[in-house]
């Protein structure tokens, strides 16, 4: 057998990654040795590797700063609509790879760092995830930077630079243990500080009425310190700005006259307010009332606005004209995106900016408010639904409760016109709900206060106008759209699986990877030899790859001819991890039961994090260990069933698996999942899906053909139906001899022989208050998970229905969404007009 290539040698045979040629490999390596040089002159003799690793980030740095500059001066000049997207998270991952894929510097670096004795993907894994997100809402911030970059719009992410992102997850005796991300311990070479825009946000006090206006007086205040990170995109020279605000005590903090004497105190006080923007909140789809995210929710949105209003004021189109005070043409000027409620505070402020401070009526202020901020809803769940206690907002943000409750009455005025004596309707849809405590909705707030509230996959959209916000449809249908979400294909094709790119590009051509749409031209090698053969080899050293990484990290051998099957996400009741677990236990005693029988061999792998304080959620973790355990240890399994859990997923290593998958595993309760992004990517990168018929995976059945997924379960009439009638897991656990035979299995402790009672939750649960039915689709799953098995057994068939899943994603890329945002929502237009890069002068 031939040695098989090293990393560099076979990314050397690839095209795609050099796009745009070789690049100057010689000023790359200069630029390297400065950098390097600096950092060493001013500190030690010996390079390590994180030196070598900084050294190259600034060196890939330096191409971006030109254009950046360039592209800031360029939307100045041509002043255009300018997007504001706000968000909570920005999950980003690592930046290395994706700025020198989009600089189109690949190619160029890597020889470069080869020519110095040096391997790149060694110094790549050195960087940190930038972990500033929870999962799909906040990654799906990070895809559409990306795609607003590469699309030419002028647009800004605006968030916060948590000092800790999403925890580090350790699985210690089976059990998750919650570990700090400290990503900034090392620094940011990918951040640069703004104090010079530094400014200041508003807590407390109280409100005073005069006769010119409402006064917010007596606050305390904490000054927001902007870092801007470059986001670039592919191969156009347009560089645009991600700005994440940063908590700072102002230097006079609690040295007040009435706090004379304890100096120290006051300094150590600092904390206090600098504690803003210490932590990400670890919950995904679940809301936790807590004083401290509240003050993070206000935080962002304050600090944006008033740096927006800054912007607005000073362009050309402000200062020539004296229009700059007159806020009429503001939503001509500014789109702001809403991502979930969790910015919804940017409606009350921005009406407290052009009430209070700017003197407009209250009517014209509306007006502008209304027109220029759009929501994306990202869940029908309640438990994630954001309720405020009304004597939170009293205490923190007193003069936004008063404009809340000004907002409500008109609101209810209107509606009270529309339904008169209809009181029902009006308890339905006031943004403040009765009770104790008193709680202010903040969906019903954005509705409201929005131009336009979009769903992220089709059924969710339907979903939304036809429950949760049905009364607010019935009267504005035309507010309510459709944005099937997107994932970007340069991280999530080009960087990540560079081989399939490959392939593909010397097939159709390289447009695929700014129109995805192109991919559908691979339906014309549906039958091609070659191309089955190459899209398999692919998969295979893809499945190597990954074998061997994991094999490194965990010390488990796997079968890379196995079953690659994987279901990475959030832990959670409705994504439904239990179902796989039952299916998992369910195929090792079927082999058990007759071990000379063949069984198409199967990895499977599970990981996600569970929030910390989701008990159900840890427990899952623990069971999926528990019987990883048992299975793996097995000898009458062997390799034909192996169980791992990957611990501490995030970005990075899901651009190690999602390449390596054969079977993705998409399986929450129809009606459940807003959306899905997972979905899409394992989908580009060529692995079949199992799937309810839930969020995307209905459109990707549609793109790819139905008979190309493995679709099972209840549809979401089957759930309302049995809703209507009353789940009754216990008929099924009567019924189903396999599903009797794995929960007595689960309860009895034979996973868990040492503590027998440790799943008793579980199954109590799943017995009695399973609010997503696990056990009613148990069935079906179980005979869709045999056609899978069935069907890999025909590696040319499963490799046809491969290739007709990649040409059917690409709707799913999130230049699509994008565009249809900037046309349908923003009033905006893409273009493909290229900057000059900084080394040509401009015209």
């Known amino acids: 057998m031939a040695t098989p290539l090293t990393d560099y040698e076979r990314r050397k045979q690839i095209s795609v990654r050099g796009i745009a040629g070789l690049g100057d490999v010689a000023e790359i390596k ?237 300094v150590l006080d600092r904390n206090l307010a600098e504690n803003i923007s210490r932590v990400l909140y670890p919950n995904d789809n679940f809301f936790e009332g807590k004083e401290l995210r509240l003050k993070q929710e206000y935080f962002v949105v304050a600090a944006t606005l008033q740096d927006i209003i800054r912007r607005f004021k000073s362009s050309k189109f402000g200062c020539r004209d004296p229009i700059r005070t007159s806020f009429e043409t503001f939503p001509e000027k500014v789109a702001i995106q809403l991502n979930d409620t969790h910015p919804a505070l940017a409606i009350p402020e921005l009406m407290r900016i052009l009430v209070d401070v700017e003197k407009h009526d209250w009517t014209k202020a509306w007006e502008v408010t209304v027109k220029t901020c759009a929501y994306t809803n990202h869940t029908v769940l309640p438990e994630a639904l954001e309720r405020w206690p009304v004597y939170m907002f009293e205490k923190l943000l007193p003069r936004h409760l008063e404009i809340i409750y000004e907002i409500n009455h008109r609101h209810l005025k209107r509606i009270e016109a529309l339904y008169p004596g209809d009181t029902d309707r009006l308890c339905r849809m006031s943004l403040i709900e009765e009770g104790d405590p008193k709680r202010i ?221 054969d079977l993705s595993e998409q399986i929450s309760t129809a009606g459940t999942e807003a959306s899905g992004t997972g979905n899409m990517k394992f989908m580009l990168n060529g692995a079949l899906t199992i799937g309810t018929m839930d969020g995307a995976n209905v459109e990707m059945a549609e793109e790819a053909g139905e008979e190309n997924l493995f679709i099972f379960g209840m549809r979401v009439e089957d759930v309302l139906a049995m809703d209507k009638k009353g789940y009754n897991a216990k008929e099924y656990y009567d019924r189903i001899p396999e599903l009797r035979q794995v929960i007595d299995q689960i309860q009895s402790g034979y996973f868990n022989p040492k503590e027998p009672e440790l799943f008793k939750d579980i199954v109590n649960m799943l017995l009695n208050h399973d609010r997503f039915k696990v056990f009613a689709d148990y069935e079906d799953y179980i005979s869709c998970q045999d056609k899978v098995s069935a069907l890999y057994k025909n590696p040319k068939e499963w490799t046809k229905k491969v290739i007709q899943n990649i040409a059917g994603s690409g709707k799913f890329s999130s230049d699509r969404t994008i565009t249809e945002y900037a046309r349908e929502i923003w009033g905006v237009e893409p273009s493909d007009v290229k900057i000059p890069p900084p080394n040509e002068p401009r015209d």
């Open 30 to 266: 200069k630029s390297f040795n400065r950098h390097l040089h600096f950092t060493l002159v001013k500190d030690r003799n010996v390079a390590t590797p994180r030196d070598y690793y900084f050294a190259l980030a600034h060196t890939v740095r330096d191409h971006l700063v030109g254009r950046w500059i360039r592209t800031q001066q360029y939307y100045y000049e041509k002043d255009p609509k300018r997007v504001h997207y706000l968000s909570l998270e920005f999950y980003m991952g690592r930046t290395l790879q994706n700025t020198m894929v989009n600089l189109g510097l690949q190619n160029a670096c890597d020889e470069a760092i080869y020519q110095l004795g040096l391997d790149l993907e060694e110094l790549q894994e050195i960087e940190e995830d930038a972990g500033l997100g929870n999962g799909g809402l906040g990654r799906l911030a990070a895809c559409f930077l990306d795609s607003l970059a590469t699309l030419g719009l002028a647009a800004y992410g605006y968030g916060i630079r948590y000092e800790f992102g999403i925890f580090n997850q350790k699985i210690t005796n089976g059990w998750q243990v919650e570990e700090a991300d400290d990503w900034l311990r090392y620094g940011n070479p990918w951040e640069k500080a703004r104090p010079e825009y530094m400014l200041p946000v508003h807590f407390y006090g109280r409100v005073e009425h005069t006769s010119s206006g409402a006064k917010w007086v007596d606050t305390q205040v904490v000054l927001a310190m902007p870092y801007d990170t470059p986001v670039p995109g592919f191969k156009n020279n347009t560089v645009n700005t991600m700005r994440l605000w940063s908590a700072k005590a102002p230097n006079d903090f609690n040295l007040q006259e009435f706090n004379v004497g304890d100096y120290i105190q006051a």
């Open 441 to 661: 909705n903040m969906a019903h707030l954005c509705v409201v206060g929005s131009h336009a509230v979009n769903g992220v996959a089709r059924i969710h959209s339907d979903i939304v106008k036809s429950t949760v916000f049905k009364d607010f449809c019935d009267i504005e249908p035309e507010k309510f759209q459709n944005k099937t979400n997107g994932i970007t294909p340069r991280r999530w094709l080009l960087l990540c699986n560079p081989g399939l790119a490959d392939i593909i590009a010397e097939k159709i051509g390289e447009g695929f990877l700014t129109d995805l749409s192109q991919l559908k031209k691979l339906l014309d090698f549906l039958n091609n030899d070659g191309f089955i053969r190459d899209v398999a080899k692919v998969k295979q050293e893809n499945k190597q790859k990954l074998a061997a990484y994991l094999e490194e990290e965990y010390h488990v051998k796997i079968n890379p001819e196995s079953i690659f099957d994987i279901q990475v996400k959030r832990i959670h009741e409705y994504k439904r991890q239990l179902l796989n677990c039952l299916h998992i236990i369910t195929l090792y005693n079927r082999i058990k039961k007759d071990p000379k029988k063949h069984f198409v061999p199967r990895t499977v792998m599970i990981g996600g994090k569970a929030a910390p304080g989701y008990h159900m959620a840890k427990m899952i973790i623990k069971l999926i260990t528990s019987v990883g355990q048992v299975i793996n240890s097995d000898p009458v399994v062997g390799d034909r069933l192996k169980v791992i859990f990957l611990e501490n997923y995030r970005v990075s290593l899901a651009e190690k698996v999602i390449p390596a998958a």
